[in-house]
C-alpha cells in the first residue's frame, strides 16, 4: 500500500477552486516533487495532507491513516517544514527541539539522545544554545529540518524548503533533505518551483497547475518525453519542410526568429542541420529541462506568474478563509 | 484511553513548559511587573493614606490586596492577549499541528499564564512585611483565590485573543476590558453603602470584586461576604471562562 494515497481530493474556498481532484499514490522512501507556479494549488493539497486543511470532498490517508477521520493519527506521523518560517525566536535551537519532542510525546528516555542527534545531523550543535533569533536564514531552515523529522515521522513535508534562501545555501539545504531521507527512509513530499532543483533531487515529480495534476512521472522520463536535446537556431528563412523531414528529428518550432529543433544525441546532426540553414546567426544546443516540460504542457514559462518569496492568491485566500473559520 | 489522556497531559505541559521558559527569559518583564504596583502601593498608597483611614486599617495597607489584584488583573489578560501576536509571528503555527488537541494547547496556555502572574505575584508577597495591617498566615488563602482568579482572567485573555486578527485591538480591550475589571473591583476603595448605586451595581456584578474581598479578608480580616462565598463565585466565573476560551480557541484560525 502507498504510503501517501489521494483519491479525487479538493478543495475549494468560497468561489476558488484551490485544488480541483488530486489522485496520487506515493510510495515509501519517495522523495516525490509537486511542481507549479504560485497559486496552483500546491500549499492547499499539503496543507490538507497534514490536516490543517479540511478537504472538500476526496479521501486521503497517510501511512494508512485517513486524513479526515484519524487526524491525530496522521499528524503523528507527519513532519512539516513550511513555507514561512515558524521557529519560537525566544527559544533556542535545543529548545525548540525540546518543546517539539515534548508535543510529539517522544519518550524522556530517547528525548535528549534523538535531539542531539538531529542537531548533529544539520551541523546545529555549535550554536544550539543560542536564541533561534540570532540565526541566519539557512540556520533557521536547517533546524526547522530537523524539527521536522524529530519525532521519526513516516512522511515529511516541504513547502517551498529553499525559498528566499541565497543560492549556495539552497545547494546545502538539499543536500541535507536528501542526507536525512535516506537516513530514516523517511518519505518526502516537497513543493517548489526551482524547476533545476526539483530535477536533480526528486524520484518522481507531479506537475501541477490550477489545481490539477497535468503530469506524473520521473524527471528523466519527463524530459525524454520532450524527444531529447533542443537545438535553437536564430536564422531569417529557415526551411521548415526540409528540417521536419529528418529522420531524427522529434519536434520543430518556429518562435519568432529562432526555430527551436528537438532530436536525440543532436551533437552528431548539427553538421547537416546547420548545412541545411541558409544565413545562421547563432546557434544554442541545449539539454531540456523540466521548465521546458511545464512549457510544452501548459503553453507558459513557469516563472510568468511565479513571485519570488510570496504566496499565490490562492494560498492567501486560503489563509484569510482559514482565518475567517 | 489511558494512553491518550496521557499524550494530552503531555502536551499540556509542553506548552506549559515553553511559557515557563519564555517567563524567566524576559528578566525586564518581571521587573516591570514588580514596580508597577510598588508605585501603586508607595507612591499613591503612601500618598492618599497619609490623610485617609479606612476603619482602623491605614489606606496603603487597605489597597495591598486590590493592588494584588490588580497585578493579576493585568498579568492574566495580557498573557492571554499575547496569542495575537504568537499568531501574527507563526510562532503557533508549528504547535497547532502537533497531534494534541487545541484544547489541551489552551490549557497549557493557561497554566502557562496563571504560573507567570502567581511568579508575580509572589514577588509582592515576599514584601507584604513592610504592611503591618497584613496577617503573612492569610497569604496561602490569598494565593488560592488569586490563582483561580488568574486562571479565569487567562482564558478571558485567550478568549479575545483568538477573536481579534491585529494587535490594534489591544488598546481597545485595555480600555473597555481590563480598565473597568480593575476600578470596579473595589480595589482601591471600600464597597458599602456610601458608594453612588449605580456604581456599587456594577461592582458587585463584578467577579473580580470577589476576588478583592477574599484577598481582604484572608490578608486584613476585614470582607463583605465569608471565603468560601467569594471562592465559590470566583471558580464559577473561572468555569465559564474556561469552556468559552476552550469553544473560542478551538475555532481560531
Redo the contacts between chains.
Sequence with gaps: MAIIETRCLKKTFGKIEAVRGIDLDIEKGEIFGLLGPNGAGKTTTIGML???VRPTSGRGSIAGFDIARQP??V??NVG?V?Q????????TGR?NL???A????IPTSVRKAWIEEMLELVDLKGRAGDLTKTYSGGMRRRLELA?GLLHRPAVLFLDEPTLGLDPQTRARTWEYIRKMAAKEHTTVMLTTHYMEEAQAVCDRIGIIDAGRIIALDTPANMIDSLGGDIVAVAAPRPPLEAIRSLPYVSAVKMNEETVEISMKSAHLHLAEILSLIPDVISVEMRKPTLNDVFIKLTGRDIREDTVENGGGWVEAAARYN??G? | MRQLL??EF??I???W??EF??FR??KSRILASFVQPMMWLFLFGSGVGASLSVGSINYRDYIYPGILTMSVIFGSVFFGLYIIWDRK???L?????????RISIFFGKVLGGCTDVIMQVAILFMFSFLFPAVNPWGIPQAVLILMVTSIALVAVGLSLGSLM?SLEGFQVISAFVVFPLFFLSGALFPVDDRLPSWLGSLVKINPLSYTVDGVRGALLGVSIAPFYVNLGVVTLFAAVMLVAGSILFS?M?
Design positions: 497534514c490536516t490543517i491525530t493519527q499528524r503523528r512539516i513550511f514561512d518560517p515558524t521557529l519560537d525566536t525566544i527559544l529548545e525540546e518543546l517539539h515534548r508535543l510529539y510525546g524539527r482559514q482565518r473559520r | 496521557l499524550k503531555m502536551g505541559s509542553a506548552v513548559w515553553r521558559k519564555v527569559r524576559e509571528l507563526d510562532v503555527k508549528a504547535v497547532l499541528v502537533a497531534p494534541v488537541t486578527e475555532r484560525k
